[in-house]
């Protein structure tokens, strides 16, 4: 594998480098499996929400960057073990019905599909071309007998071990307990493994430290029944530096699915990275090279308050997601939000993704509002008296434009599309009023 400067790089040494190993069965034997030829391998993605989330994003990377390094991926949607969820620490799954895991599978699939060459047009490290390839447990859970399920997979789980996994240890301590459905995930788990090396070769499962236990538990299971050695290697969980959780926005979890997370969304949080956590995202979440992220890196801590690497950080991860024309209006919605830019070239759709960042109100224009008004109802004073100085001090504007005059009423044309009025207070301080 060539990174972005061509030198040369060991699948395995890239890895390290980008701190995306965290545990690994046995490192030595599996570099040297690595550099034997190409090795299949597998990551699994259960659909229990009808979008794939950053977290997720980690992984499908992961096996991107192996597919570039001449290995064969294999992508599994679980569309058996959806139907159960691995268990929670805190309380039982609302199991779904099969019609809707079967509708999430299909919305999960669609969304791999593009990190991966599923054509087999990537030119491999080892001269090949290797396709990867999508696949579903259903497929060979769905007409298995229960009787041969316990025989051919229970028999070489003890529950013993199993009651260490730590969601379960929680669960059995609380006073909900866990049912033997969610108990029985880690032997489905497991048995895709098996079953996946049956019919690919596959030789490595990759996934979540917090998966680390049902990995495991798929390797053991492949070496009692075909005594084959086989490896797992486990990403870190992503972590911010001030402490809160990584790939959620104030108000929910960022998702790669545009209707639930929008792309402007999902750019500002990347813009709003911390500096401490800058960097480290730029080697998980995008492909440039380390001479790149270094000088990055440095302009950071010479000029944070530019946010150089917040910026390309932001323009990368967006692109792989959402494309190129969707960091260009995300760009711009950002730059007109703060009069750089201007606001009546951002579509309706924007608009309405830029407000939902920002505090709202609806007023109707028959009842012509005036400056106070509006400044009072969207959230930016608490009350007429601060609204009215607000205007007389010269720090309201309307779409960018100041109003001086405390009985300024907005007219049809001054509305920008979707019917929104874009309210500042000073220049930081920002808020929507929609107009009926």
């Known amino acids: 594998m060539l ?43 259960d659909p229990t929400a009808p979008s794939l989330h950053l977290g997720n994003l980690v992984q499908i990377l ?17 569309g058996a073990t959806g139907l159960i969820g691995d268990p929670k620490p805190t309380a039982e799954r609302v199991l779904s019905s099969p019609d809707v895991v079967a509708s999430w599978v299909e919305r999960i699939r669609a969304q791999i599909e593009p990190f991966l060459d599923c054509d087999g047009d990537c030119e491999g490290g080892f001269g090949g071309r290797y396709a990867a390839t999508m696949v579903d447990n259903l ?13 051919d997979v229970g028999k070489h789980f003890r529950v013993n071990r199993m009651l260490t996994k730590e969601a379960v240890s929680a669960r059995l301590h609380s006073e909900s307990g866990i049912s033997f459905t969610e108990l029985s995930y880690q032997l489905l788990q497991a048995m895709d493994y098996l079953e996946l090396y049956r019919r690919y070769g596959c030789t490595l499962q990759t996934g979540g430290s917090d998966q680390w236990g049902n990995v495991t538990a798929g390797v053991d299971l492949v070496h009692r029944v075909e005594q084959r050695r086989v490896h797992a290697l486990a990403t870190p969980l992503i972590t911010k530096a001030d402490g809160t959780k990584f790939g959620k926005t104030e108000s929910d979890t960022v998702w790669l699915d545009p209707g639930l997370t929008s792309p402007y969304t999902f750019y500002q949080f990347w813009i709003n990275a911390d500096d401490r956590d800058v960097t480290g995202y730029l080697k998980v979440f995008t492909d440039l090279s380390r001479d790149a992220i270094a000088d990055l890196d440095r302009r950071t801590v010479e000029r944070p308050h530019a946010r150089e690497a917040q910026r390309v950080l932001a323009a990368e991860v967006t692109a792989l997601v959402h494309g190129p024309a969707e960091v260009r209006r995300a760009a711009m919605a950002s730059q007109a939000l703060f009069g750089r830019g201007e606001l009546r070239d951002l579509d309706e759709r924007t608009l309405d993704a830029v407000m939902a960042e920002a505090p709202t109100g609806r007023v109707r224009l028959a009842d012509r509002p005036t400056i106070v008004d ?63």
């Open 3 to 45: 990174d972005d400067a061509g030198v040369g790089a060991h699948i395995l040494d890239e890895l390290i480098w980008r701190g995306l190993i965290a545990q690994s069965t046995d490192p030595d034997a599996l570099r040297r499996d690595c550099d034997a030829g190409p090795l299949t391998l597998y990551c699994g993605f």
């Open 62 to 78: 992961t096996l991107r960057r192996f597919q570039r390094a001449g290995h064969r991926p294999l992508a599994l949607v679980g």
């Open 139 to 151: 497929e060979w859970t769905r007409s298995l007998p229960a009787i041969d399920f316990l025989r």
């Open 374 to 436: 509006l400044l009072v109802v969207s959230g930016l004073v608490d009350s007429r008296g601060a609204a009215r100085r607000t205007v007389r001090e010269g720090g309201a504007s309307v779409n960018n434009a100041k109003v001086a005059d405390v009985g300024w009423t907005p007219a049809a044309a001054d509305l920008l599309p979707g019917g929104w009025l874009v309210l500042r207070r000073g220049r930081r301080h920002t808020a929507g009023v929609r107009v009926q």
